[in-house]
C-alpha cells in the first residue's frame, strides 16, 4: 500500500453577519476546502507547501496559519479521491491547517474559490439567536432513539447537546459532529459506510472528510480565541468595538455583554484608540481602535474576557 500526505486548510474570514470559509467545487460539486499533495522533493516544509498551492490553487495568499491535526482515517480515501486521482489501494493521510484572514470578500480573477457562510454546514452551533430549534425539533429526538437506554450514549448526548441541565459547550464542535457520525444522521457517514442516507439533512455536506476537518477548525478558534487575541487576525487594521464583539459573536456562535465585554476590553489593554471616528455606520459616529499588538508581545497586555450570556 502506498501513501500520500495531503494537506488540507480551513481558511477563514468574517462577513455579512457570519465566519466564512474558502472552498473549492469538488468533481461531484460538493464543498471542498483547498487541498493538496505534499512533495517530499519539491517542498521543503508542510507549510511551504500548502501556502504555495493554495496560492496556485486558489490565487489567494495565506496570512496567519497554524497546524491543526493529522487525519487518517482508513475510509477517507474512499471519498479523497474525489479531489485526488490516486492508485487502487492508497492510503491518504492528511495534515490539516488553520488560516485566518481579514478579506473574506476577496476572490482573485480566475479562481474557482469561493467564499461559504460555515453555519452552512453546522446549522445547530449558531446560538446568537437562541438555542437553534433545529436541536430540539430534529437532532436531539433521533439521538435520544439512537441512544435508547444506554448510559454511556445517554451521558454523551447530554454533555455534546446540553440537554437536561448541562450548560451549552461551545468549543464542542468536533464531539457534537463525530456524535452524530456515529449514529449515522449525517451524510457523510453513510457515503462512507455504504449506510442508507439518512432521513434528515442536517447542514451540507462536504467532500471527503472535510466538515471533520471544518468541525476541528472550528473547535481550535472557539478556544483559542479565549486566551490568545487570535480574533484580531479577522479584524482590519482599524475598527469600531461593535464590530470586534459581533465578530467573536459569530466566531462563538454566542451573544457576548456588551458592557462586560467593554470593560474586559479596556482591562485587557488589547485594544487602542486610534483617536478617529468612524462615520459611515448610519448612526452616531463610533471611535476606531487598532490591535495592541505591540503590548500584547511584550506582555504587558492580558488576555481578553469573554462573557457568554448563555443560550
Given amino acids: 500500500m502506498s501513501l500520500i500526505i495531503g494537506l488540507s486548510v480551513v481558511i477563514v474570514g468574517y462577513s455579512n453577519g457570519a465566519p466564512q470559509i474558502l472552498i473549492n467545487p469538488s468533481a461531484d460539486e460538493v ?15 508542510f507549510e511551504l507547501a500548502l501556502r504555495g498551492w493554495v496560492k496556485e490553487q486558489t490565487g489567494y495568499q495565506l496570512g496567519y496559519v497554524e497546524q491543526l491535526y493529522t487525519f487518517g482515517d482508513r475510509n477517507r480515501e474512499s471519498t479523497a479521491t474525489n479531489l485526488f486521482e490516486t492508485p487502487a489501494g492508497t492510503r491518504i493521510v492528511s495534515v490539516g491547517y488553520l488560516a485566518l484572514t481579514p478579506q473574506a470578500e476577496y476572490i482573485p480573477d480566475g479562481s474557482e474559490a469561493r467564499w461559504h457562510g460555515w453555519y452552512q454546514h453546522f446549522p445547530w452551533e449558531d446560538h446568537r439567536g437562541g438555542r437553534p430549534a433545529i436541536l430540539e425539533d430534529v437532532i436531539i429526538p433521533h439521538l435520544e432513539n439512537w441512544a435508547g437506554t444506554d ?69 481550535r478558534l472557539r478556544s483559542k480565541i479565549r486566551y490568545r487575541p487570535i480574533v484580531f487576525e479577522l479584524m482590519d487594521d482599524e475598527f469600531t468595538l461593535s464590530a470586534l464583539q459581533t465578530t467573536v459573536e459569530a466566531i462563538l456562535g454566542q451573544r457576548l455583554h456588551k458592557q462586560n465585554f467593554r470593560r474586559g476590553l479596556d482591562r485587557s489593554g488589547v485594544v487602542k484608540a486610534t483617536g478617529q471616528m468612524q462615520t459611515q455606520t448610519g448612526g452616531r459616529p463610533a471611535a476606531l481602535f487598532r490591535f495592541a499588538r505591540e503590548d500584547v508581545q511584550h506582555g504587558t497586555a492580558k488576555i481578553l474576557s469573554i462573557p457568554v450570556i448563555k443560550s
Fill in 31 to 45: 464543498a471542498a476546502l483547498p487541498f493538496g499533495a505534499f512533495d517530499p522533493d519539491r517542498h521543503r516544509t
Fill in 151 to 219: 448510559p454511556d450514549r445517554l451521558s454523551r448526548l447530554a454533555i455534546a447537546f446540553a440537554t437536561g441541565s448541562k450548560d451549552w459547550i461551545d468549543e464542542a464542535v468536533l464531539e457534537r459532529y463525530e456524535l452524530l457520525y456515529e449514529a449515522g444522521l449525517v451524510i457523510e457517514c453513510a457515503r462512507d459506510q455504504a449506510r442508507a442516507i439518512p432521513s434528515i439533512r442536517l447542514g451540507d455536506a462536504m467532500a471527503s472528510d472535510h466538515r471533520r476537518i471544518l468541525a476541528t477548525a472550528m473547535s
